[in-house]
Nanobody, 123 residues
Framework: QVQLVESGGGLVQAGGSLRLSCAAS????????MGWFRQAPGKEREFVAR????????YYANSVKGRFTISRDKAKSTVYLQMNSLKPEDAAVYYC????????????????WGQGTQVTVSS
């Protein structure tokens, strides 16, 4: 069984920063891509960022480009999402996900999901 456990969410003022972590444990799985998604109340889940586990290449949603940075520590089997200059519209539950396919773009491409961590941004 593969487990993805997110941490690092919380309450922050607009303009502030948070760093989310996602630790993978359990049986080894072929994780070509690790991604972050988010879902705000009443809205559909949306893609935030992804990283190639082996090559390290990254891709971001336009809404977070230049403010968020995704990275990974292969030795720790952990993916990070550094979020700077947070805005009220960034508030959501953030989910970590793992995919066996390279360049996984859609949520349906990801086989493994964490339980989510809440990010609240006060204005």
């Amino acid at each position: 069984q593969v487990q993805l456990v997110e941490s690092g969410g919380g309450l922050v003022q607009a303009g502030g920063s948070l760093r989310l972590s996602c630790a993978a444990s359990g049986r080894t799985f072929s994780r070509s891509t690790m991604g972050w998604f988010r879902q705000a109340p009443g809205k559909e889940r949306e893609f935030v960022a992804r990283i190639s586990w082996f090559g390290g290449s990254t891709y971001y949603a336009n809404s977070v480009k230049g403010r968020f940075t995704i990275s990974r520590d292969k030795a720790k089997s952990t993916v990070y999402l550094q979020m700077n200059s947070l805005k009220p519209e960034d508030a959501a539950v953030y989910y970590c996900a793992g995919a066996a396919s390279a360049g996984a773009a859609r949520g349906s491409d990801y086989e493994y999901w964490g339980q989510g961590t809440q990010v609240t941004v006060s204005s």
